[in-house]
């Protein structure tokens, strides 16, 4: 029945799922759950609640699909992480941003530095849609390559071109502390400026 129920709300799969979805089958697992483990519980009622659930499921969708206002509310809203080369500030103190995470999303798209990715949303599944500059157009940007970034320093020992480690700011910087003058943080990391392999 589970399985049915998930089949007739259109997924194909688990990541195109919104929080919502997730919640429902939650509550879907929870009503199969007890005539499962039980012997003496009949299954008619977890059959009730199902249908109670899907037709909850099916009127909340009806009225996501009419308000846009409403769907933010259900679904959430795309979260834009990188804009032209570099993080959006005020989005890692969101506590459901995991850099780390994000950086693995990166390089599973062949990405080994963020000068190369123009645009990069999160969207409401968890998906993350990446838009990136033409060869051409790339620029220094902090590595997500783990053996490059773990290089940080707080400390200019040598000229070169770094990369702000929290927010992705590029300058070329002389010797001594630097502060970076878009976040205002001390930890800095060589920046790179290959391009992406497609």
């Given at each position: 029945?589970?399985?049915?129920?998930?089949?007739?709300?259109?997924?194909?799969?688990?990541?195109?799922?919104?929080?919502?979805?997730?919640?429902?089958?939650?509550?879907?697992?929870s009503?199969?759950?007890?005539?499962?483990?039980?012997?003496?519980?009949?299954?008619?009622?977890?059959?009730?609640?199902?249908?109670?659930?899907?037709?909850?499921?099916?009127?909340?969708?009806?009225?996501?699909?009419?308000?846009?206002?409403?769907?933010d509310?259900?679904?959430?809203?795309?979260?834009?992480?990188?804009?032209?080369?570099?993080?959006?500030?005020?989005?890692?103190?969101?506590?459901?941003?995991?850099?780390?995470?994000?950086?693995?999303?990166?390089r599973?798209?062949?990405?080994?530095?963020?000068?190369?990715?123009?645009?990069?949303?999160?969207?409401?599944?968890?998906?993350?849609?990446?838009?990136?500059?033409?060869?051409?157009?790339?620029?220094?940007?902090?590595?997500?390559?783990?053996?490059i970034?773990?290089?940080?320093?707080?400390?200019?020992?040598?000229?070169?071109?770094y990369?702000?480690?929290?927010?992705?700011?590029?300058?070329?910087?002389?010797?001594?502390?630097?502060?970076?003058?878009?976040?205002?943080?001390?930890?800095?990391?060589?920046?790179?400026?290959?391009?992406?392999?497609?």
């Open positions: 029945m589970v399985l049915v129920i998930l089949r007739l709300s259109g997924k194909k799969g688990v990541r195109q799922l919104s929080l919502f979805e997730v919640a429902i089958i939650i509550a879907l697992g009503a199969a759950g007890d005539p499962m483990f039980h012997r003496d519980m009949p299954i008619i009622p977890s059959l009730l609640v199902f249908a109670v659930i899907i037709i909850i499921y099916r009127t909340i969708t009806y009225f996501a699909s009419k308000s846009e206002k409403f769907e509310v259900i679904e959430g809203e795309p979260l834009y992480v990188i804009e032209d080369g570099q993080f959006v500030l005020g989005v890692k103190n969101d506590h459901t941003f995991a850099k780390d995470e994000f950086f693995a999303e990166m599973q798209e062949s990405i080994e530095h963020v000068g190369q990715v123009k645009t990069a949303i999160l969207e409401t599944t968890g998906n993350i849609s990446f838009y990136f500059y033409r060869d051409e157009e790339v620029h220094f940007g902090l590595p997500v390559l783990p053996k970034y773990n290089k940080k320093v707080t400390t200019i020992e040598k000229e070169d071109i990369a702000c480690t929290y927010c992705g700011y590029s300058a070329y910087l002389e010797r001594s502390v630097k502060v970076c003058e878009r976040c205002e943080r001390k930890e800095w990391v060589k920046a790179i400026k290959t391009l992406r392999l497609t």
